[in-house]
């Protein structure tokens, strides 16, 4: 009887999803792709013909080059997806909703830390959105469901999972040819996501996205991972309220510490940032920075923000992802393994 209700959930919640879900195409001009063939091949003196056919070649001289997938979470026509979905140059994107409609589509923001993106779309009527969940409240064992345009090959495909861990912290690569970035704070789930089905919804089993499909480890088995909902929630409100997407700036590279790296590098605190250059290049403290306006130097221990402390589980990038832009926060600062107090006005990320 029981799991005869759960399949009966899950068949009401797939239908109620089912028509938020869109697929993102990548268009690019069949002129340009000419151009982009190697200079090599044409110097070999060989005849350059693109194998493409016919029928793949729009009426504007348009062909598809890549895809993934996105959500409506606004009936005016706002739709979520992966930054990386969205990051090809010299592209155009086209967005299919579940009943085939298709539209012009724009990208409104990318977020520069989190693989977010926000496209719009102009429909003369309302269309069908999806409600955002707490991603914060998600618990391990908890039933999802993972949509999307699977392999770019089987639209309207979905997966069913459980949430198998939190605060998940990957390198991943966000776009071909691109550096390795962070991604914190992810959803781990066992939920099937392939590629296509970047940028497509993780809802609970009611029905609320509560995360982005967004990278699989390569070579693992039911491992997947999704960006929790609420750092879209901050984009979306931002875009509504701006125009653009705000992030707030604090100006200092850092190596977080923990015992081990405190022991090698003989440092007086087991917790804390350490304010350090990366590169001989670089500089510790951005001049001009909130960071630099606070008297912050390199080698300081930035050891609490607003009285928390910086840790491992809880870095000073995620305590700066929790601020906005204006906000005043108060550090506590190890110099010389003399602790002080100062404040920093957060100023908006370029």
């Keep these: 009887m029981h799991l005869q209700k759960e399949r009966s959930k899950t068949i009401t919640t797939i239908r109620k999803v089912m028509p938020t879900v869109v697929s993102i195409v990548l268009l690019k001009n069949v002129e340009d792709l000419k151009k982009e063939i190697p200079k090599l091949e044409r110097q070999k003196g060989k005849k350059v013909e693109l194998a493409i056919p016919p029928e793949k070649i729009n009426a ?36 299919v909703t579940s009943d085939d409609a298709a539209y012009d589509a724009e990208v409104v923001a990318r977020d520069p830390l989190n693989d977010v993106a926000i496209l719009k779309i102009k429909a003369n009527t309302s269309l069908p959105s999806l409600s955002l969940g707490d ?9 999802v469901l993972a949509f999307g345009n699977a392999l770019g090959l089987f639209k309207n495909t979905v997966s069913v999972g459980i949430v198998s861990g939190l605060s998940r912290a990957v390198q991943a690569k966000t776009g071909e040819g691109s550096a390795s970035q962070e991604l914190r704070g992810l959803i781990q789930t066992d939920a099937a996501i392939n590629p296509g089905n970047s940028g497509g919804p993780l809802v609970d089993i009611f029905g609320r996205a509560v995360g982005i499909n967004a990278a699989v480890v390569v070579g693992a088995q039911n491992i997947s991972f999704a960006i929790p909902i609420k750092a879209a929630e901050h984009d979306i409100r931002d875009l509504v309220e701006h125009g653009k997407i705000l992030r707030p700036l604090f100006g200092v590279r850092y190596l977080t510490l923990n015992r081990d790296i405190a022991e090698k ?68 600062v190890m110099r010389n393994k003399k602790i002080f107090e100062t404040k920093a006005v957060l100023a908006e990320r370029k």
Aim: aromatic content about 6%.
């Design 265 to 332: 590098m003989k440092i007086p605190s087991e917790y804390g940032a350490f304010v350090t250059k990366e590169h001989s290049f670089d500089t510790a403290v951005i001049p001009q920075s909130p960071a630099d306006h606070a008297g912050i130097k390199e080698h300081d221990i930035i050891l609490t923000w607003n009285g928390k402390r910086i840790t491992t589980s809880m870095t000073l990038q995620d305590l700066l992802e929790d601020c906005e832009v204006g906000d005043t926060v108060t550090l506590s």
């Design 135 to 143: 991603s914060d409240a998600l618990e391990l064992g908890q039933t």
């Design 60 to 95: 504007h001289g348009m062909v598809q080059v890549g895809g993934g997938s996105g959500f409506i979470v606004n009936p005016k026509g706002i739709i979520l997806t992966n930054k990386h979905v969205v990051n090809e140059p010299g592209v155009s994107y086209s967005v």
